[in-house]
């Protein structure tokens, strides 16, 4: 029990750093990664996708979605993802 409230704590933090710093990129990749290995990877999805609702054109993100949807075995999904890339570079 006491894991879970620590893991919630990091969690406040690090979301909390990401609104300080809008504009990184990695830190929201971080975020997700600490999501998906410490709560679900269901809720790092969404918030990949809360982000790229915001920031639709970052490469960074999708590259991240994809790397996402790979390791759940979403191969279909992360080959969107992927392919969202290849769409966004004219």
């Known amino acids: ?9 990091a969690e406040t933090v690090l979301r909390d750093i990401v609104k300080t710093v809008p ?10 990664q600490f999501l998906a290995n410490n ?5 790092a999805e969404a ?6 609702a915001k920031q639709p054109k ?15 075995k979403r191969n279909e999904e992360a080959q969107a993802a992927y392919q969202k890339i290849i769409d966004l570079d004219e």
């Open 58 to 72: 970052l490469y960074e993100l999708h590259f991240g979605l994809g790397k996402l949807y790979q390791a759940m």
């Open 23 to 32: 504009d990184n990129v990695e830190l929201k990749l971080w975020l997700a």
């Open 47 to 52: 918030t990949l996708k809360a982000f790229l």
């Open 39 to 43: 709560r679900d990877p269901q809720v």
């Open 1 to 9: 029990m006491e894991k879970v409230g620590h893991v919630e704590e």
